[in-house]
T-cell receptor
Framework: DGGITQSPKYLFRKEGQNVTLSCEQN?????MYWYRQDPGQGLRLIYY???????QKGDIAEGYSVSREKKESFPLTVTSAQKNPTAFYLC???????????FGPGTRLTVL | AQSVTQLGSHVSVSEGALVLLRCNYS??????LFWYVQYPNQGLQLLLK??????LVKGINGFEAEFKKSETSFHLTKPSAHMSDAAEYFC?????????????FGAGTRLAVHP
């Protein structure tokens, strides 16, 4: 079955550490996205990529970094510069030019 | 820029009652509108979408939404709530006209269904 996988489901990190969240899709979609979800705030776009080796900042990119070396993969690194990283992180993908986005199951990151 | 407003962060209904979740949007062009559902600690699942083909859109799990241009609304309804409908619901509008189309989300409405 085609879909998006995110790992791990739960992640704990000590303050000052970088951590990388995985996102893989087998939908053959060109565009991929990372969102952050906080209670009562909906989803906010962190980064997006329309094609391999290219990506753009979203609305809240500070303290995050991404790479897009393969069409199927779009990992997100939460750096120590992110002041409040505890949140639920969602990865999504779509066809280029498509309106609908398909979402992965999410990773819940907790900073201890 | 486009925006989405969901009225009511929490809605509570009895099992079997009508579900009405409100969504208003702002857009300078004909919009593409979506409703997504999120169960606890899960990703978002598409319920239904409006793409200008018909103003009344039917989705999964018995949900439907009506696009009203004059009211800039896209409210989600279900005639009879089921316990399994308890979840968070997000309305979204698609912004963009080229290769990249951004989704703008509302803050979400948490639906509780009680016996």
């Amino acid at each position: 079955d085609g879909g998006i996988t995110q790992s791990p489901k739960y992640l704990f990190r000590k303050e000052g550490q970088n951590v990388t969240l995985s996102c893989e899709q087998n939908l053959n979609h060109d565009a991929m996205y990372w969102y952050r979800q906080d209670p009562g705030q909906g989803l906010r776009l962190i980064y997006y990529s329309q094609i391999v080796n290219d990506f753009q900042k979203g609305d809240i990119a500070e303290g995050y970094s991404v790479s897009r070396e393969k069409k199927e993969s779009f990992p997100l690194t939460v750096t120590s510069a992110q002041k409040n990283p505890t949140a639920f992180y969602l990865c999504a993908s779509s066809r280029v030019g498509g309106r609908e986005q398909f979402f992965g199951p999410g990773t819940r990151l907790t900073v201890l | 820029a486009q925006s989405v407003t969901q009225l009511g962060s929490h809605v509570s209904v009895s099992e079997g009652a009508l579900v009405l979740l409100r969504c208003n949007y702002s857009s300078s062009v004909p919009p593409y509108l979506f409703w997504y559902v999120q169960y606890p600690n899960q990703g978002l699942q598409l319920l239904l979408k409006y793409t200008s083909a018909a103003t009344l859109v039917k989705g999964i799990n018995g949900f439907e939404a009506e696009f009203k241009k004059s009211e800039t609304s896209f409210h989600l309804t279900k005639p009879s709530a089921h316990m399994s409908d308890a979840a968070e619901y997000f309305c979204a509008v698609s912004e963009g006209s080229g290769g990249y189309n951004k989704l703008i989300f509302g803050a979400g409405t948490r639906l509780a269904v009680h016996p």
